[in-house]
């Protein structure tokens, strides 16, 4: 694992800040239960939007399906 890639990647941290901070602290860090608590955090988050976005496409799914049964009704009453 590169300790500065991870820095930049899960801190959003600037190449150049990642590159000021010493790689034993980087180490320290990701190795702390606070982090492991921050990744569970974050992870949480994720699984929040992606429970928004499958109930958004079974709601786009619905509609779909009222259009389709909407239009075979229209049909056959003309």
Do not use: C
């Not at 901070?21 to 860090?29: K, Q, R, T």
């Not at 992870?43 to 499958?54: F, K, L, P, Q, R």
Request: cysteine-free.
């Amino acid at each position: 694992m590169n300790l500065r890639v991870e820095l930049i990647k899960h801190l959003e941290q600037t190449y150049t800040s990642a590159n000021e901070i010493p790689l034993s602290d980087a180490e320290f860090m990701f190795k702390s239960d606070a982090f492991e608590q921050w990744k569970r955090g974050r992870d949480g988050v994720t699984d929040i939007w992606i429970g928004i976005a499958e109930r958004l496409n079974a709601v786009i799914e619905a509609i779909g399906n009222q259009s389709k049964t909407i239009a075979n009704v229209l049909r056959r009453i003309r």
